[in-house]
């Protein structure tokens, strides 16, 4: 199955600021999906992305605040723009291949 | 919209011992595909066992298996001779089977049950 390298694991940053959280896949997916995790607790979903067109937001979550990228079939990027505390959380990504589900490892955020 | 409820937030066991976590879930779809993920420490999320609506016979994988109701539309997994490793979140998933008015194969995660295991 396929491998997902998300990176960073971890940051700390400052409110105001935007972080970058990469999911590179070592084998082509067809979708991409964005979650926010926080800690103990279940998954949120974000965003579906599809290569070349534009994501699908769930209810509460905007593109300005949580812009994504989707350049190929084996990257994407969210950005977490403009953080306030309340973004920290577990960010994690999840591929789909037709055959299944493949997840990063996720990326612990903190905003201070 | 469906929806996936996990009514026990956390469960314990002794190692060797069964436990049974449960899983219910709301929808007017009648095909459908439900997941357990194992989530450890690590965050990376494992398949347990993949269960697809329209077969009647439950779903195994080795000491795991599933009890699907699907009038009752509940999805309980049994873990038979716990081990230590087996101490992780759980969680139970709902993917619609095709794309009803767009839902691009996303799951839907139940809260999660966090399973302790004792020796």
């Known amino acids: 199955s396929a491998v997902i390298s998300q990176k960073p694991s971890r940051d700390i940053c400052q409110r105001g600021t935007s972080l970058t959280i990469q999911c590179q896949v070592d084998?082509?997916?067809?979708?991409m999906f964005w979650y926010r995790q926080q800690p103990g607790q279940s998954l949120t979903l974000i965003a579906t992305?599809?290569?070349?067109?534009?994501?699908?937001?769930e209810s509460g979550f905007v593109i300005d605040k949580f812009p994504i990228s989707r350049p190929n079939l084996t990257f994407s990027t969210l950005t977490v723009s403009n953080m306030s505390p309340e973004d920290s959380s577990i960010y994690l990504c999840?591929?789909?291949?037709?055959?299944?589900?493949?997840f990063g490892s996720g990326t612990r955020l903190t905003v201070v | 919209a469906q929806t996936v409820t996990q009514s026990q937030p956390e469960m314990s066991v002794q190692e060797a011992e069964t436990v049974t976590l449960s899983c219910t879930y709301d929808?007017?779809?009648?095909?459908?595909?439900l997941f357990w993920y194992k989530q450890p420490p690590s965050r990376q999320m494992i398949l347990v066992i993949r269960q697809e609506a329209y077969k009647q016979q439950n779903a195994t994988e080795n000491r795991f298996s599933v009890n699907f109701q699907k009038a009752a539309k509940s999805f309980s997994l049994k873990i038979s001779d716990s081990q230590l490793g087996d101490a992780a979140m759980y969680f139970c998933a709902y993917r619609s089977r095709e794309n009803y008015g767009g839902a691009t194969n996303k799951l839907i995660f139940g809260t999660g049950t966090l399973l302790a295991v004792q020796p």
């Open positions: 929808t007017s779809e009648s095909d459908y595909y």
């Open positions: 999840s591929g789909y291949t037709g055959n299944g589900y493949t």
């Open positions: 992305a599809n290569q070349g067109s534009e994501a699908t937001y």
């Open positions: 084998s082509q997916v067809t979708m």
